[in-house]
């Protein structure tokens, strides 16, 4: 488990990155990857949409582009301090302070639930799916993108003693151990770095 797969970690990490991520965000996940992973998805007959993880709501942003309202979740406060700067408190967005482990939702709530740059942190990966699969209406979509596991020997050293990286065999995995179907995988990235993520969709269950 990487250093930032602890959520105490990670949230003290974020109280400093929150100043300047919408600076850094860009060179890693930009808006034509967004734009990319949102047409992965069905908004057909406006959905209710969960953001998992929404940090600074740069994926919310893109979400707002095709549904006019949207449940928010981040465990760092700082994170979400930024979020409220562009959308405010009572705006577009319905903000929430929490843990994806455990979303503080009914089941069977959300149509859509989408989780960009998250999953990297989640020390167990398999129960927050299951999680998202219970307030996800039966077959209703996922999306999470993560880091795509480097080819380097060495890279990957140094990514598994940060956080969570991995492949499409550990993304299959993990889905399908969850209980999501119809699960497919699309790899992105910056022109330089072309498959730096992976991008996961998949639907619960009927």
Not at 89 to 110: I, W
Not at 131 to 145: T, Y
Request: net charge negative; hydrophobic share 40%.
């Amino acid at each position: 488990m990487g250093i930032l797969e602890n959520k105490a970690r990670a949230r003290f990490f974020y109280k400093y990155l929150s100043r300047v991520y919408d600076q850094v965000n860009p060179f890693i996940w930009n808006e034509e990857m967004r734009t990319e992973a949102l047409d992965l998805l069905d908004f057909d007959g406006e959905p209710l949409v969960l953001d998992v993880g929404c940090g600074t709501g740069f994926g919310t942003e893109g979400l707002l582009e095709h549904v006019d309202r949207v449940v928010a979740l981040d465990q760092s406060p700082h994170q979400l301090q930024q979020a409220y700067g562009k959308f405010g408190k009572r705006g577009p967005v319905d903000f929430h302070l929490g843990d994806a482990e455990r979303l503080p939702f009914a089941s069977n709530t959300f149509d859509i639930v989408w989780s960009s740059g998250s999953i990297e942190y989640w020390p167990q990966p398999v129960r927050t799916l299951r999680e998202i699969r219970r307030v996800l209406v039966p077959g209703g979509q996922v999306l999470v993108v993560g880091p795509n596991y480097p080819d380097h020997t060495i890279t990957q050293k140094l990514a598994d003693a940060i956080m969570l990286f991995y492949d499409e065999a550990d993304a299959d995995r993990m889905f399908t151990k969850a209980g999501f179907e119809d699960v497919e995988h699309v790899l992105m990235g910056p022109s330089y770095e072309p498959e730096v993520a992976i991008t996961t969709v998949g639907r619960a269950p009927e």
